[in-house]
């Protein structure tokens, strides 16, 4: 794993703040600090091209968050490597993995392994199912020979789809990006500091969980032929919650238990944050549903919904029609009624068409 850290070292160097940022992934590197008997690592890369993905679903999130199959017991790569695990096992071997955040910097290891190749992009991509694979690695006790057969072609000298593509500008040069502005982020990885910043949230997009934009616009990935013959476990029922509107109405308690399970980057203290992805999308998307779903979130608990929803409004009616009728019956000044009260404590497991949303 020389190479890794020499790349994260590079990516440290390159990137504003990137020192700071990029601290804890020193410990990816480190395999022999954390596993002290690790002789090997063991690589698998899951396709994910083979289930359905509706054309919402894929609008709003990133592909590999809605077949993840970290935590998930019922997912089909779950199984896969729970039963590499048990061999491994039966062979002998010692062997560990983990979910989140993996035992080391996974797409190097990958290359190493030979099964395909990182792009500039910074994705690890198989010639089967371009980048739209999940790995995961094991740490084994045991010496191992790797047999590398790397067969896939280069990127095509002068692609800059990827780069063009990317909404934030975090991909700005090969082999490169900027995690602190990058969409998936911003919506997903971590409670960053910058989540009110309106010139990011504009750039969001349609994305409320994830982005794809610079790995869908790839030729590689676009020449893929998937099969998508798959119903990915539970998906079907998730469906209609992972709509921004269904969201802007969804209790707190119910995006608890519905959504945190799949999506475990938002953390139970931070369910908040559903909502201001809603919200950015919502404005993105400007539609005259939006201004009633936003409306209803100028009652929510929290603070920093009620701002939020408040701006979005101001900004969504700055932007139309002052006379368009959808618009005018809520203009300005958007002050909810209620908006001073302590919101009562309330449960729903459903989306709900009530003004409120608790806490
Ligand atoms: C931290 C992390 C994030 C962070 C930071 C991402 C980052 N780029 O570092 C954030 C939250 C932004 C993130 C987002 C996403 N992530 Co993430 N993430 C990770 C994690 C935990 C560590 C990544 C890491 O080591 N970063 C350090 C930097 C230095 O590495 P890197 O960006 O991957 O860059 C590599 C290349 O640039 C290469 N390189 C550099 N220079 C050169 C030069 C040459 C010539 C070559 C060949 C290579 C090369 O070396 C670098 C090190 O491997 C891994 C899991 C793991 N344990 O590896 C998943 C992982 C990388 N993420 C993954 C995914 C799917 C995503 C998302 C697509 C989710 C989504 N749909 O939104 C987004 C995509 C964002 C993006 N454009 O990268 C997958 C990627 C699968 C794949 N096919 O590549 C991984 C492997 C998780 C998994 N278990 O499958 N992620
Ligand atoms: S995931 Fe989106 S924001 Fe992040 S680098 Fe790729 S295109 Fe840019
Ligand atoms: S879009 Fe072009 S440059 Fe970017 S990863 Fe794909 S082939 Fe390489």
């Not at 690695?137 to 057969?149: F, N, P, Y």
């Not at 139309?320 to 958007?334: Q, V």
């Amino acid at each position: 794993m020389e190479g890794y850290i020499r790349r994260l070292f590079e990516r440290m160097h390159r990137i504003p703040n990137g020192e700071k940022l990029h601290q804890g992934f020193l410990e990816l590197f480190d395999i022999r600090q954390a596993y002290p008997w690790a002789k090997s690592v063991v690589i698998a890369a899951v396709d994910n091209t083979r289930f359905y993905l509706s054309r919402a679903a894929r609008k709003h999130y990133g592909k590999l968050f809605l077949t993840d199959n970290r935590f998930n017991s019922s997912s089909p790569g779950r199984g896969m490597i729970l039963g590499l695990t048990t061999f491994m096992e039966g062979l002998g071997l010692k062997v560990y993995w983990n979910d989140h955040p993996g035992v080391t910097g996974l797409r190097w290891a990958a290359q190493e392994a030979g099964l395909g190749i990182i792009r500039r992009n910074n994705f690890f991509f198989t010639p089967e199912a371009g980048s739209y694979v999940s790995l995961t690695g094991w740490v084994t006790d045991a010496d191992m020979e790797l047999i590398a057969e790397l067969k896939d072609e280069p990127c095509p000298a002068g692609c800059t789809s990827c780069f063009d593509a990317c909404p934030t500008g975090s991909l700005s040069e090969p082999f490169t990006m900027n995690m602190a502005t990058c969409v998936s982020t911003r919506n997903s990885y971590t409670d960053s500091t910058v989540i009110d910043d309106e010139r990011f949230n504009t750039l969001n997009g349609s994305w409320l969980y994830g982005c794809d934009q610079c790995q869908d616009s790839c030729p590689f990935n676009q020449a893929l032929e998937t099969s998508e013959d798959l119903s990915f476990p539970g998906l079907d029922d998730l469906e209609p919650y992972l709509l921004p509107e269904v969201i802007a109405s969804l209790k707190y308690e119910a995006i608890n238990q519905i959504l945190r399970p799949k999506f475990f980057y938002i953390k139970s203290e931070s369910l908040w944050r559903w909502k201001l992805n809603a919200i950015n999308v919502l404005v993105n998307t400007k539609s005259s549903e939006s201004i009633k779903n936003l409306k209803k979130l100028l009652n929510d608990p929290f603070d920093i919904v009620r701002r939020r929803a408040r701006n979005a409004l101001d900004q969504l009616f700055a932007s139309h029609d002052w006379w368009n009728p959808n618009y005018f019956k809520y203009s300005p000044p958007f002050i909810a009624e209620s908006e001073t009260k302590e919101p009562s404590a309330q449960s729903a497991a459903a989306p709900t068409d009530d003004n409120s949303s608790d806490g």
